[in-house]
């Protein structure tokens, strides 16, 4: 028996073929594709203007391989994390970060990672795919039902920080951020939406080459290249040098600056030698550093560093003009926060 195909593969010019040739009529399509991503249909049967045999054919020929939001769990500061199945049964996380005036999807791009950080409780998951463009989009269509239910609002900003490298899903990031910010999906501005990468300089020039308008953000963590090659160890394949040069490369095409994420670790990355690299390698093109406070995974080695160092990286980088944003983190109580996300039984 040859399996159905997931409609959400089709683009709508497909779909409004099959209906040409199944001798309906091509307008048919378009309907069909207003339920698949505006109105985010679960099944056939959602679709209340088409009519009964005409579901059934679609029923016949495909399948829609909507996610479904296994658990969710919220933490008292008001941060929603969910455990999000796939048709396949594997799992991801999702998280909806709330503050006073927005809220934020921190969204997943693999089921588990191909990179092997020594700090984050993901990079210790085995690599099993890639997701499709639909299963990004269905996390940022729940977490917006979420943000409407919960906080009277939609969805306001989108970041691709969840589990998994998204540089290493090129084609199903893309295609799922056009799909997002298309009037006929959500239609959220790129300007709303960054796309976090560990640093694969090679897809920083193509995202600089496909002209993207959506914000990138490189989780730095150390300027040095033998600190950030101990803890990232994918890194030794991708020297800073190379990095530094891909991200001039991205500021001269696009004119965006760049968004450094930056975990300061006790007796890692927290002494003065540290900082003036950070400083050093920020003077290259414009950017801003994100300085994410700690969230520990284990007792091992990474500890959060001492609030004397902060306070050591926020003098200097002011000092230098560098525009600098210290991030708390949310939903630590739920295993919810930047480097947890490890789909931990509740």
Request: proline share 3%; charged share 25%.
């Amino acid at each position: 028996m040859i399996p159905k195909k997931d409609i959400r593969a089709l683009t709508k010019d497909e779909i409004r073929e099959f209906f040409v040739e199944n001798g309906d009529k091509a307008f048919r399509g378009n309907q069909v594709y207003e339920w698949l991503w505006s109105k985010n249909a679960h099944s056939f049967d959602d679709m209340t203007n088409i009519s009964k045999e005409t579901r059934k054919i679609l029923q016949t020929n495909f399948v829609i391989n909507h996610i479904k939001v296994d658990n969710i769990q919220r933490s008292s500061d008001g941060t929603v994390k969910n455990a999000v199945k796939l048709h396949d049964g594997l799992i991801v996380e999702s998280v909806l970060i709330p503050t006073e005036s927005r809220t934020t999807a921190c969204v997943s791009s693999q089921v588990g990672c191909s990179l092997d950080c020594l700090f984050c409780a993901t990079a210790r998951l085995k690599k099993m795919r890639n997701l499709n463009p639909d299963e990004i989009y269905d996390q940022v269509a729940a977490i917006n039902q979420e943000s409407l239910l919960y906080f009277n609002h939609k969805l306001s900003n989108i970041v691709f920080m969840g589990m998994g490298e998204p540089l290493m899903n090129y084609k199903n990031v893309l295609l799922s951020i056009e799909k997002i910010t298309s009037p006929e999906g959500l239609g959220m501005s790129p300007k709303r939406i960054t796309v976090s990468t560990s640093g694969v300089p090679k897809m920083i020039k193509k995202l600089a080459d496909d002209g993207v308008k959506f914000n990138l953000a490189v989780s730095l963590h150390s300027a040095i290249e033998e600190v950030r090659n101990r803890i990232m160890p994918f890194s030794k394949a991708f020297p800073l040098e190379d990095l530094r040069e891909a991200i001039k490369y991205w500021y001269d095409k696009t004119g965006s600056r760049v968004t450094y994420e930056y975990v300061v670790w006790d007796g890692i990355n927290d002494d003065r030698e540290a900082i003036n690299a950070l400083v050093k390698f920020c003077k290259y093109v414009p950017c801003k550093v994100n300085l994410i406070e700690y969230n520990p995974i284990d007792d091992g080695e990474f500890q959060q560093a001492k609030s004397q160092a902060i306070e050591d990286y926020i003098s200097i980088l002011e000092m230098n003009d560098i525009v600098i944003n210290v991030r708390r983190s949310r939903g630590k109580d739920i295993d919810a926060a930047c480097g947890q996300l490890a789909n931990k039984k509740s």
